[in-house]
C-alpha cells in the first residue's frame, strides 16, 4: 500500500513547484550543522509553524532515514501504529519504509502493531516528509502514530527504538533521525501560551520525559505530541544524547496578528 498525501493543498502546496519554492522559503541552511539524534518540531499547516519547522531542517546534518513519531488525531488505528505499507506519496515523491529498521523495532517490542488506519488521515507525520525529502530526496522512513502511553510504556518504547537503531546502525552505518511531532498550546492567550510552553519547552531543553509529562498535566498545556516527544526524549538518551537546543519558538499570533487564542511552535534539537 501507497499512502496518499491527505492534507497538501491544505497544510502546504500540493503542486511540486509551488511546494519547492515553498520549502526554499522556510528552510534556512546553517553553515554550521549538528548532527542530531532526535528533533522537536511543529506540524501545523507551513504558513502558521513552517518558519520554525524550517529553521530546525536548515540546521542539521540530513540524515538518511528518519523515525517520524506523531500524536494521533483521530482516534483510528492501534495505540502504537507502525505503518503497514509500502510508501508514503507526497507532491515531491515517493519515500519508501524503511523495512529492516520495522523489522528490528517490533522485535524488541509487544507494543508496536502494524496499521494502517492511524496514518490514513493523519497529518501530523505527513507534514514532516516535504521538508526531509526537501534534504534527502530519496529519504526512508518508519513513521508511528502514537495514542496515549503511560510512563512505563513511554520507556518501554523508547528503549526498544534506540535499541532497533542501534542495530540497524551497526549493520547499515546509515544516519537516523528521530523526528517528534509536536505543537504546543492549544487557543490560549498569547501571554499564556508563552508561559506554560516555555515551562514544558524547558523539561525537553533538559531533556527530561518524566517532567515534562508532569509540568504538562500540572499546568494544564494543551500540548498534542506530548507522548510522541517524550518517547524521543527518552530513545535520545538512550543513544547518548548530552545537549539540546532550542532553535525556535513562535506562536500562530505572530503570523496572524490575533493573539486571543493562539497555538504555539517550538523547534528543539536533541544530540
Not at 502546496?13 to 520549502?23: F, G, M, Q, T, V
Not at 506540524?43 to 523515525?67: D, F, R
Not at 532550542?246 to 496578528?257: E, I, Q
Amino acid at each position: 500500500m501507497r499512502r496518499a498525501p491527505a492534507v497538501a493543498g491544505y497544510f502546504y502546496p500540493e503542486e511540486r513547484e509551488s511546494l519547492l519554492l515553498e520549502l526554499k522559503r522556510l528552510v534556512k541552511f546553517s553553515p554550521e550543522k549538528i548532527e542530531a539524534l532526535g528533533i522537536v518540531v511543529p506540524h501545523a499547516g507551513y504558513m502558521y509553524s513552517g518558519e520554525v519547522a524550517g529553521k530546525v531542517y536548515g540546521k542539521i546534518l540530513p540524515p538518511e532515514v528518519a523515525v517520524i513519531i506523531g500524536p494521533n488525531h483521530t482516534g483510528l488505528g492501534e495505540r502504537v501504529s507502525l505503518f503497514d505499507g509500502e510508501s508514503f506519496l507526497t507532491p515531491l515523491g515517493e519515500a519508501q519504509i524503511e523495512k529492516r529498521l520495522s523489522e528490528l523495532l517490533l522485535a524488541e517490542t509487544k507494543l508496536v502493531k502494524k496499521d494502517k488506519w492511524a496514518h490514513l488521515r493523519e497529518h501530523s507525520l505527513e507534514v514532516q516528509l516535504p521538508f526531509l525529502q526537501f534534504l534527502t530526496p530519496h529519504i526512508k522512513i518508519l513513521p508511528l502514530c502514537l495514542w496515549d502511553l503511560d510512563l512505563q510504556e513511554i520507556k518501554e518504547l523508547g528503549r526498544a527504538l534506540a535499541k532497533a537503531i542501534k542495530i540497524y546502525k551497526e549493520e547499515t552505518g546509515k544516519k537516523v533521525l528521530i523526528v517528534a511531532s509536536s505543537d504546543f498550546s492549544h487557543y490560549e492567550p498569547q501571554k499564556v501560551a508563552q508561559k506554560k510552553d516555555s515551562l514544558a519547552i524547558k523539561e525537553i531543553l533538559a531533556l527530561s520525559e518524566e517532567n515534562l509529562l508532569k509540568v504538562v498535566f500540572s499546568e494544564k498545556i494543551s500540548m498534542c505530541g506530548i507522548i510522541p516527544v517524550s518517547v524521543t526524549l527518552f530513545a535520545c538518551k538512550e543513544l547518548g544524547a548530552k545537549n539540546t537546543l532550542l532553535v525556535d519558538y513562535k506562536t500562530s499570533g505572530d503570523v496572524t496578528g490575533d493573539y486571543a487564542a493562539v497555538v504555539g511552535y517550538g523547534g528543539i534539537i536533541i544530540y
